[in-house]
């Protein structure tokens, strides 16, 4: 069956493992399949919604642009753009805005997390991000959207809030409800210092996280550092489950291997950490350093990246401006 594929990836600094196998990778697999059509933003209004120093932002923008072409995105068969080019996207998220419920938002888990014990200092943008998630997703008719599993609640809102739309303006079917699209054993990798936390941006540990731009040394070392425990690695994904460092950086192994967690496992039963670490150093750096070349080379081309954002935005325009015309006319506005 062929899919709609929408996804989005904000630029705030640099992307990271969790990112690329959450995400990424995922995304470069259903661009190759044969009948899909896949539109991939690089969410700047998003990354506002914290403070942003405006030079940073411009070079984050090329940066995760050039980070998706050098994991395998190709322009030429995906629409890659950033949402801020295309004014569908603002328009539809305050209409959209007027459709979702307060109740629905309060229960955002991620907004907590993110705004943390000083709720009143966090920006509007924040608390109602979910919903210009979900403009970006409904103005393209998605059918499905590959995220990792700390995006299904916004996913979520998104189906709700086309479901309430249809029905509040008698207009079936004229919003689509995505579905999500969440890898089963690699939809959360984990910090590499902590295996009961997610890997993330944020986290001031940089040992925590590998980033898809650290060199061949950087990552070897992040791997040698990263927490482990005393025991053998397991036989099973039972004992696995409850050894949360162990799973992770098997998981990771089996997603950049493209094998089963199965398959994993049973190659390393009964070896040691050190063994294993050995391994999966020389599998992360195999994978990621030919992206990390690959991003230093294109940013040396900024025009080249400011071209496909360009026409990328000149594509997702044509079809985002139709879409919320459609959806003013329904709405009742001249
Ligand atoms: P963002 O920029 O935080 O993350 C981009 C993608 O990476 C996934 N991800 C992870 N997956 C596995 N393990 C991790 N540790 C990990 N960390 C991040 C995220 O789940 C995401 O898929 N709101 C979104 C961006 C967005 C979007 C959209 C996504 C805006 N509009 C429309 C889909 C559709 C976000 O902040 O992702």
Not at 93 to 119: H, P
Not at 296 to 314: H, R
């Amino acid at each position: 069956m062929s899919k709609k594929i929408f996804s989005g990836v904000q630029p705030t600094g640099n992307l990271h493992l969790g990112n690329y196998i959450g995400a990424i990778k995922n995304f470069v697999n259903l661009q190759n399949e044969p009948d899909n059509s896949c539109i991939y933003c690089v969410v700047d209004l998003h990354a506002i919604t914290v403070k942003q120093n405006p030079s940073e932002l411009k070079k984050n923008i090329r940066e995760t642009t050039a980070a998706f072409i050098a994991s395998g995105l190709d322009y030429k068969k995906s629409i890659i753009f950033n949402q801020s080019l295309v004014p569908a996207h603002s328009e539809g998220s305050w209409i959209l805005s007027c459709v979702a419920r307060m109740g629905w938002l309060n229960r955002m888990t991620q907004f907590k997390e993110k705004a943390g014990k000083d709720k009143e200092k966090a920006s509007v943008g924040l608390y109602i991000y979910p919903i210009l998630m979900a403009a970006d997703i409904l103005l393209y008719d998605a059918t499905h959207v590959p995220v990792g599993q700390d995006q299904r609640q916004h996913l979520e809102l998104s189906r709700d809030i086309a479901n309430k739309f249809n029905l509040d303006f008698n207009s079936p079917n004229f919003l689509v409800a995505p579905e999500p699209l969440i890898q089963k054993n690699f939809a959360r990798i984990m910090s590499l210092k902590d295996g009961s936390k997610k890997m993330s941006k944020s986290d001031p540990s940089e040992f925590s996280r590998i980033n898809l731009n650290d060199t061949s040394d950087q990552i070897i070392t992040k791997i040698k550092k990263a927490k482990t425990d005393n025991d053998p690695l397991p036989d099973n994904e039972n004992e696995l489950s409850k050894r949360l460092e162990a799973q992770n950086l098997l998981g990771i192994y089996s997603s950049l291997s493209d094998q089963t967690l199965k398959n994993t496992i049973s190659e390393f039963s009964g070896k040691n950490f050190s063994a294993f670490k050995e391994k999966l150093a020389n599998l992360v750096v195999d994978k990621i350093s030919p992206i990390s070349s690959e991003i230093n080379k294109l940013l040396k081309d900024e025009n080249f990246i400011d071209k496909i954002l360009n026409d990328g935005a000149e594509k997702a325009n044509e079809i985002a401006s139709k879409k919320i015309k459609d959806l003013k006319k329904i709405i009742g506005f001249k």
